[in-house]
């Protein structure tokens, strides 16, 4: 292709955005913001998500079928799973206008994912256990209603996504197959240039389950996640779900002192209650009151500077869902306003959950439940009983261990590009979706869902691939395979050399981006090679007289080359991006 | 691919649907309805969606670069065109519970066509003259509140369109590109096997011009457009624009008659109006009365059996748009209640369009414009003066001619294809777009859109190519080139062979839906191939011995060919299926 005829060239003052990958992608031309969270794919992106897609699709075909499904969908299906008034992502479409309205008033639901319409699509196909296992995916837009896009292409309100969904007689088979999946989405990440930052990771399987999901993280700096790696079991735990022990407090108090209530009116959080108390924040206690689903309400504590993790109180507490209760609860729990709840003269009916951290204090603070005053030198033993156990139920951060193998945690920032996700039965369960066995009986079937975000991995490989200079495309998704800049085009013989250079390399099927411009510099088009960021730059001048001169994105270093040696290069390049069989 | 793992099997019990290809399609397993209007394309569909997506993008490659917009837009966009608050088949995306909106309020329109976007965005790249022209394309999801949604693919809330948009410095240079996109799509239509029956009609070219805009209309028993020949200018009119004149009347009275007022309360229809009054319909007249938007009204007739041609009406009369007026207004005009509008002593200051159906009439009947009755046995020069014009403002039908050529039309049933469309200025001017010439001066820039709906070309293609037993595909767009049926596949020297032809096919590169069911009769594989329709059909059996079975599917013929013989041929088929350059 013509660079003189592109639409979309670089642009040389465009503004800085939040992230990497918006600044580079929108000044190289690649995209255009036209909203907050939505993006046009201009020539040169278009080209690299349909390389990362296609990739991505290669690898799915080698287990399951490629299928297309629309993103308007019916809101009935939506209230069968119950998620039509609970996600809350998800939009519905309602006409525009009057005479829209007039014409046809039905409201539907545009996609966030596809569960609400694989299952009853597999379940009016398939029923008879000799066609199971089977998986559909498909790649497509989703659509989110986010509250805040940022990043560029890491988080949109319309992006691209392949999503898979697998049918399975057994949970056995299931499993089989969900550890198959793990394989080929490293093959794919391995293709996309980022497989080797690339760790899987546990996460929470969500609320039906206590089982982990996976995500395929890729450590990246910028990244918007933390996982935790225990290096003892080689494990990657989600922020989310990192079992974790707190590090000994640094200073432990020898002496045990009395205990006292303090006047601290307003004074709330940890950080400030600790400057004015005087004492390390790991000496306060925060306690929360949470109300479950079942409206019973419960207590929960950490040391002063973790958070609690209301994924892990929810499986110890063994509920489906809790949020923190309202004030006029606290108070009749506490017997004080908001603010100076503490584990102190708790009523003996409510259940208490008290983290690991908490313990191994002396003189500790906690609330005083006494609107105002904090409680401190509190000693377990002495002004409460030792609990008979401490939870695990607080976020992880650094400096914690794994409970279970004491290692310390190495923490990473990182940035989720696919996920795998086991349903069990919680779909095929909502549409009544069973299966007739070989002894006749109906039984339930198997879920998974398997997810990988394309547009956002395109943001994601250029967070990880980039320089001062630009972008540094993997081979398997750079826009073309060679930038060619021809240089002196104003001389005929030169000019009539690059082109030349141009159709042979065409001819031999090779994808090349040819900056032809008489009118621009040198510098100016080596800087935009570079902010463009294709693997192979090759410039045809005046100095160069019957070679090329080659060189590689990300090197410093250029070679001289006769063209034939040049197509022999970029075709062994080449040929290694096919799929490994 | 192997039948016996492809998810979306033939139905055998599949109902009727409203259309030949919704019928088909779901029958074969390519589709599946999700909702009325909205599918998903199973692996056959996908398959073929593909090849007919691929062989456009080929073409569109030749006059434009391809892009990607999203499908969620700002609504100031539709509100700076004026677009928002009129289009009827506009959606807007809201939160869907709320839970989503407390999280994000913010409302998007989901866009049916995207000059909203691709304005603005050509706007932040393309100002100097040295740019132009260029033109930009898309392959797309595309959302529509239609209505009634009906004949499968061919009218959907949800479909697959391209859209390209082209600009330029002058309407010379528009119009130049514009012929040439003609060219290019009777191309795309050569290659998806519609070509020879699709012709290029004249259209409205929309309420700001006088052009046409052109419809590519494929001719087609079940079309739901009308088109009408001239075949002394070679030229096709969409029913909406074609000039016409109506043939003289049948039962012309010899003797004038007296005038006379006739009692009809309540009789207002033409065919019922002619039936009480006994007298032919074509002797009625129906007369309407008019608002502009320039608040004027105005007066239009038309013989009894036709329709007032709005379009038509709008250019004579000069505006912007029209409307029928309120009763109130009607009987302000006439002195009568609705119903009985006629021509007789109506207001001098109200302009009167005739149709010229009307004239070359003895005796007619029109409304008395005296609540209740009708006058019959009118007369013009007597009754009423003459008009000093007729116009053509009726909607033509069977039996018209071509005014000025006086031919009449044939006239046919069609489907469209594809339409371009020439803008003008209206969308750059709305976004204020102009380009700097070489004078340094700020000029208009000229504008086109061209469709092509790649989704209803899968459902028309059908509704084309088909027999009793199923579909029939052109092979460009087959989703195999091969069906490889294996008969007494429990014999298990026949099964080893026909497992070996499948996979010498597909080391060929060719692509084979080979039937590997054990337990499936030939009857049932034969009758499954002729319904999903692949070009050629291979069979290997006991009775083939060393050869294979050949037959190409609409044919009756068999022959036994060997293998590489088979090979030769479909590989020459395929070979003609490639882009001509």
């Keep these: 292709m013509l660079y003189s005829k592109l639409f979309g060239k670089t642009k040389k003052n465009s503004k800085q955005y939040d992230s990497i990958n918006a600044t580079l992608l929108i ?37 399951g079928q490629e299928i297309l499904m629309p993103a308007l969908t019916p809101i009935v299906n939506w209230q069968h799973t ?31 994912t596809h569960e609400e319409v694989v299952t009853p699509l597999a379940q009016k196909f398939i029923l008879s256990y000799k066609d199971f296992p089977f998986a559909l995916y498909q790649i497509q837009n989703k659509f989110r209603n986010e509250p805040r896009v940022k990043s560029g292409l890491l988080r949109g309100r319309e992006f691209r996504m392949k999503d898979l969904y697998s049918f399975h007689t057994s949970e056995e088979d299931f499993k089989k197959y969900y550890e198959k999946s793990k394989e080929v989405y490293m093959q794919v990440f391995n293709r996309l240039g980022i497989g080797k930052d690339t760790v899987i990771t546990l996460a929470s399987g969500g609320s039906f389950t206590d089982d982990y999901s996976h995500e395929f993280q890729t450590i990246c700096e910028t990244g918007e996640d933390t996982i935790f790696y225990d290096k003892k079991t080689n494990t990657y735990y989600n922020k989310e779900v990192a079992p974790n022990q707190a590090p000994e407090i640094k200073y432990q108090d020898e002496k045990i002192l009395p205990k006292k ?46 958070d609690i993790n209301e994924n892990k109180l929810r499986k110890v507490v063994g509920c489906k869902a809790l949020k923190l209760t309202s004030p006029e609860i606290v108070k009749k729990v506490t017997g004080a306003e908001i603010g100076y709840a503490g584990l102190l003269n708790l009523p003996k009916n409510i259940k208490v959950f008290i983290d690991e951290s908490v313990g191994n204090r002396h003189n500790f603070e906690t609330g005083a439940n006494k609107t105002h005053y904090h409680s401190i030198n509190v000693n377990f033993g ?58 006749g009986k109906e039984k339930p079937i198997y879920m998974g869902c398997y997810g990988i ?31 060619l800049i021809g240089l002196d085009m104003k001389d005929k013989n030169i000019s009539s050399k690059v082109h030349q250079v141009y159709q042979v390399l065409k001819e031999k099927n090779i994808e090349v981006l040819f900056d032809d ?43 001289l080359m006769e063209l034939k040696e040049v197509i022999s290069n970029v075709k062994s390049q080449i040929s290694n991006l096919h799929r490994k069989t």
């Design 27 to 63: 000044k190289g031309g690649f995209i255009d913001q036209v909203m907050a969270g939505t993006y046009t794919y201009l020539t040169l992106g278009l080209r690299v998500i349909n390389k990362i897609e296609q990739i991505i699709r290669e690898e799915m075909d080698t287990i």
């Design 82 to 112: 119950g998620r039509f008034e609970t996600v809350d992502v998800l939009m519905k479409t309602t006409p525009a206008n009057i005479f829209a309205k007039a014409k046809n008033d039905t409201e539907y639901v545009l996609s966030p």
């Design 261 to 306: 209530d303090v006047l601290g009116k307003g004074i709330i959080g940890v950080e400030e209650l600790a400057k004015f108390l005087k004492i390390p924040v790991e000496k306060t206690t925060k306690t929360l009151i949470y109300e479950t689903d079942k409206k019973e309400v419960v207590v929960a504590a950490v040391r002063g500077g973790y």
């Design 382 to 439: 002495r002004d409460l009983p030792k609990p008979k156990k401490f939870y695990d139920i607080k976020v992880a951060k650094e400096g914690d261990s794994n409970p279970k193998t004491k290692e310390k945690y190495q923490v990473y920032r990182a940035s989720e590009v696919g996920n795998i996700f086991p349903l069990y039965t919680k779909f095929t369960e909502a549409f009544n979706y069973h299966f007739v066995d070989q002894d």
């Design 453 to 483: 975000g394309s547009s956002r991995i395109m943001g994601i490989i250029i967070e990880k691939h980039h320089d001062n200079h630009g972008i540094i495309w993997p081979e398997s998704v750079a826009p073309f395979q060679v930038h």
């Design 517 to 559: 411009r008489e009118e621009v510099s040198a510098g100016e088009k080596f800087a935009d090679a570079d902010l463009i960021g294709i693997s192979v730059r090759l410039v045809v001048s005046i100095r160069t007289k019957e070679k090329v001169e080659y060189k590689r994105r990300g090197e410093n270093k250029t070679s």
